[in-house]
């Protein structure tokens, strides 16, 4: 089972009936960077859990509600009054998304302490669950312990810059990181801003000397791209019409995670291990089912018999 924590929120998405210019409605849809990936996990048939706070409002009840749907295991779920985080989506004209967030007192800051269940051979955080405390450093500690207990680990800062009131000391607490993750993967810019001055490919070639086996950055049409002390290795974004980005990052995250449990390559040993032809095979499963997903409106990750 792979574990993932973070948070879970409402993203309010403009209609795209709105007048040029006017303020239109805001449509709710589910998300969050861990949620998101719990949600593609579940649907392309991989034995995944969520570790979250839920709201006990009419949000947080959707939100269990969707990810049971999705197939996703909820025993690590608690819920409580506080309410939901709200995100506010703003999108440009080639359909990228930009986010206000509405975080003071949600319940996503408040999930509990608790150790992963025995059965669990992986952990994934990442997001506003690795920002906003108390939770953030209830789920580093999870890092640490499952990193020290031989469990496969990811991380997917997914920056949210607003949010980060001192970048310095964030940038020095993902650096503290690095040691506990097996699998990192960041956009380009969200290496950019980690790195600031610094070419990308360069970052992640220092990032991989300070632990992980690979990380993988996302480079919207451009595709994707794994860095390894053994290589880089580049795949082609896919061609399709695109509704919006919203959750494309997440779905190759749990793109990677599924093709690498599917082929009994969930440890830092195989990533390393990879060559050119295992890269293409996983970054390609990854672009392919990102692809689907942001031809779609809000973060609608595919099912398994939607992807080759």
Same mark, same amino acid.
């Given at each position: 089972?792979?574990?993932?924590?973070?948070?879970?929120?409402?993203?309010?998405?403009?209609?795209?009936?709105?007048?040029?210019?006017?303020?239109?409605?805001?449509?709710?849809?589910?998300?969050?960077?861990?949620?998101?990936?719990?949600?593609?996990?579940?649907?392309?048939?991989?034995?995944?859990?969520?570790?979250?706070?839920?709201?006990?409002?009419?949000?947080?009840?959707?939100?269990?509600?969707?990810?049971?749907?999705?197939?996703?295991?909820?025993?690590?779920?608690?819920?409580?009054?506080?309410?939901?985080?709200?995100?506010?989506?703003?999108?440009?004209?080639?359909?990228?998304?930009?986010?206000?967030?509405?975080?003071?007192?949600?319940?996503?800051?408040?999930?509990?302490?608790?150790?992963?269940?025995?059965?669990?051979?992986?952990?994934?955080?990442?997001?506003?669950?690795?920002?906003?405390?108390?939770?953030?450093?209830?789920?580093?500690?999870?890092?640490?312990?499952? !990193?020290? =207990?031989? $469990? +496969?680990?990811?991380?997917? @800062?997914? &920056?949210?810059?607003?949010?980060?009131? %001192?970048? *310095? !000391?964030? =940038?020095? $607490? +993902?650096?503290?990181?690095? @040691?506990? &993750?097996?699998?990192?993967?960041?956009? %380009?810019? *969200? !290496?950019?801003?980690?790195?600031?001055?610094?070419?990308?490919?360069?970052?992640?070639?220092?990032?991989?000397?300070?632990?992980? !086996?690979?990380?993988?950055?996302?480079?919207?049409?451009?595709?994707?791209?794994?860095?390894?002390?053994?290589?880089?290795?580049?795949?082609?974004?896919?061609?399709?019409?695109?509704?919006?980005?919203?959750?494309?990052?997440?779905?190759?995250?749990?793109?990677?995670?599924?093709?690498?449990?599917?082929?009994?390559?969930?440890?830092?040993?195989?990533?390393?291990?990879?060559?050119?032809?295992?890269?293409?095979?996983?970054?390609?499963?990854?672009?392919?089912?990102?692809?689907?997903?942001?031809?779609?409106?809000?973060?609608?990750?595919?099912?398994?018999?939607?992807?080759?």
């Amino acid at each position: 089972m792979i574990v993932i924590g973070g948070e879970a929120l409402v993203d309010l998405v403009p209609d795209k009936s709105a007048p040029d210019g006017g303020l239109g409605p805001l449509r709710p849809l589910l998300g969050g960077g861990p949620y998101n990936v719990a949600i593609a996990l579940g649907r392309l048939g991989v034995p995944a859990a969520f570790y979250a706070k839920l709201s006990t409002d009419q949000f947080g009840d959707r939100m269990l509600d969707r990810l049971r749907e999705s197939d996703v295991d909820t025993s690590l779920v608690e819920r409580g009054s506080e309410p939901t985080t709200l995100a506010v989506v703003g999108l440009g004209e080639d359909g990228s998304a930009r986010y206000s967030f509405y975080t003071d007192g949600t319940a996503a800051r408040f999930v509990a302490d608790r150790p992963l269940p025995e059965e669990a051979t992986a952990l994934c955080v990442g997001t506003l669950g690795m920002v906003l405390e108390p939770g953030a450093s209830v789920y580093e500690r999870a890092l640490f312990d499952a !990193a020290e =207990r031989g $469990r +496969f680990t990811a991380l997917d @800062p997914n &920056v949210r810059a607003d949010l980060i009131e %001192d970048p *310095d !000391a964030y =940038r020095k $607490r +993902f650096e503290s990181w690095l @040691p506990a &993750v097996d699998l990192l993967k960041v956009s %380009d810019d *969200d !290496a950019e801003w980690l790195a600031p001055g610094r070419d990308v490919l360069e970052a992640a070639r220092e990032w991989v000397s300070r632990g992980p !086996a690979a990380v993988v950055l996302t480079r919207g049409g451009d595709g994707l791209t794994a860095v390894t002390a053994s290589g880089e290795f580049a795949v082609p974004g896919r061609s399709v019409e695109v509704a919006d980005t919203i959750g494309a990052g997440d779905t190759v995250q749990a793109a990677l995670l599924a093709w690498l449990h599917r082929n009994g390559a969930l440890s830092a040993e195989e990533l390393r291990s990879f060559d050119a032809r295992r890269w293409q095979q996983v970054l390609g499963f990854a672009a392919e089912a990102a692809g689907v997903t942001v031809s779609r409106a809000g973060a609608e990750p595919p099912w398994a018999a939607e992807l080759g």
